[in-house]
C-alpha cells in the first residue's frame, strides 16, 4: 500500500529545477551575452534592455535579435501581442532621496492573448532565466503598454 504522507518539498523543489535546467537550454553564446549584458549595464546611463524569447522546437533561451534597446517605448513596440518574452532591462532611475539607481530586472511578459501551451513553456523557464540571467527581481507585465510606467515600478522595489 503506498503511503499517504505528503511529498518532501524541498525534494520536489530540487526535482523541479533540476528538470527545468535539463529541459531547457541556454547556448555558450547565449550565455556569455548575458553576462556582459548584465557586467556593462550597471554604469550606462541611459536604460538598456535585450529580449529573449524561447525556440519551441529546440527549447533553447536565446535573444530574439542582437538588438540592445536604449528606451522602453522601442522595447514595447518590439513585444509582440500574442507572444510571452522575457526582458532584460537595466533603467538608471534617480530615487526620491537624491540617490543614482541603476536596477537590473527581469520583465516576464505574458500577454493574456496567450494560448495556455506558450503561457506554460515560458512559465517553466521562468526561474532558470532568472537565475542564469542573474536578475534580481522579476515585474510581470501582461501589455507593452504597462511599460509606460515601468519606473513608478522600478522605484516601488
Known amino acids: 500500500m503506498a503511503s499517504s504522507a505528503p511529498p518532501d518539498c524541498v525534494n520536489v523543489l530540487t526535482f523541479l ?87 537590473y530586472v527581469m520583465l516576464y511578459y505574458l500577454p493574456i492573448t496567450c494560448n495556455s501551451e506558450v503561457k506554460m513553456l515560458y512559465a517553466g523557464a521562468k526561474e532558470l532565466m532568472r537565475n542564469t540571467a542573474e536578475v534580481n527581481k522579476i515585474i510581470e507585465v501582461d501589455s507593452a503598454e504597462d511599460l509606460d510606467d515601468i519606473e513608478d515600478k522600478l522605484k516601488e522595489s
Do not use: M, N, W
Not at 538588438?67 to 526620491?96: G, I
Open 17 to 103: 529545477q533540476a528538470s527545468e535546467s535539463r529541459l531547457y537550454t541556454f547556448s555558450t553564446e547565449t550565455k556569455t551575452k548575458l553576462r556582459k549584458f548584465r557586467l556593462g549595464t550597471s554604469r550606462a546611463k541611459d536604460p538598456q534592455a535585450v529580449i529573449y524569447e524561447i525556440d519551441k522546437k529546440t527549447l533553447e533561451i536565446k535573444p530574439v535579435d542582437d538588438e540592445v534597446y536604449s528606451d522602453v517605448a522601442s522595447v514595447a513596440d518590439e513585444l509582440p501581442d500574442h507572444a510571452p518574452r522575457f526582458v532584460l532591462l537595466s533603467y538608471p532611475l534617480t530615487l526620491d532621496s537624491g540617490r543614482l539607481s541603476v536596477p
